[in-house]
């Protein structure tokens, strides 16, 4: 298994308080991802990174902010969180962002936020 | 509309039983196609990459139809293990996951 790791691994949280979540990996890839996983959806991208303090914005990125200072940890910020954004949160890498049979996308073990 | 639509299921087939999923994917721009597999609280896993020529790994077929942006996978001989959430992938300039299809194997 591809080592990935995300902390916290479930956070319960009220509404308008700041949430920070943690994705750090031992493989020295360059891109790291944050997903959010809901009931009727796929995986979305949130916001992603391909290289330190370099990262953009990807699908549904409203609402959230990245950091990344290391190679080995991303980092998800939730400045202000609402109900909608209760989810399960999946961090993922990649050596590519071209993802093929040669270059896949891991992810980490997830983080269940609940924001009540 | 979705960009990558799945039947969502669940599919309750008994062990032994062939199972096929379908997905379709809306952007004819899209180049690589993948199948997931995802068991109850835990990540998503590569299950196998998909090519336009059709691919095989063991009891598992997955084709891909590009004209028709169509993609399925086939579970042969189905195990009480294969019973998980199958996630197609497609990836075009960033990875678009469908909302996955739900299989259980029941003795």
């Known amino acids: 298994d591809a080592g990935i790791t995300q902390s916290p691994r479930h956070k319960v949280t009220e509404t308008g308080t700041p949430v920070t979540l943690r994705c750090h990996q031992t493989e020295n890839h360059r891109y790291m991802y944050w997903y959010r996983q809901d009931p009727g959806h796929g995986l979305r991208l949130i916001h992603y990174s391909y290289g330190v303090k370099d990262t953009d914005k990807g699908e549904v990125s409203d609402g959230y902010s990245v950091s990344r200072s290391k190679t080995e940890d991303f980092l998800l910020t939730l400045e202000s969180a609402t109900s909608s954004q209760t989810s399960v949160y999946f961090c993922a890498i990649s050596e590519s962002w071209r993802i093929s049979r040669s270059y896949e996308q891991y992810f980490g073990p997830g983080t269940r936020l609940t924001v009540t | 509309r979705k960009e990558v639509e799945q039947d969502p299921g669940p599919f309750n087939v008994p062990e032994g039983a062939t199972v096929a999923f379908n997905c379709t994917y809306s952007?004819?721009?899209?180049?690589?196609f993948f199948w997931y597999r995802q068991d109850c609280r835990k990540e998503p896993k590569l299950l196998m990459s998909v090519y336009s020529s059709g691919n095989e790994d063991g009891r598992f077929t997955a084709q891909l139809n590009r004209a028709s942006q169509y993609i399925s996978l086939l579970i042969r001989d189905s195990k009480l293990s294969d019973s998980a959430t199958y996630l197609c992938?497609?990836?075009?300039?960033?990875?678009?996951f469908g909302a996955g299809t739900r299989l259980t194997v029941k003795p």
């Open positions: 992938v497609v990836n075009r300039d960033d990875m678009r």
């Open positions: 952007n004819s721009a899209s180049q690589s």
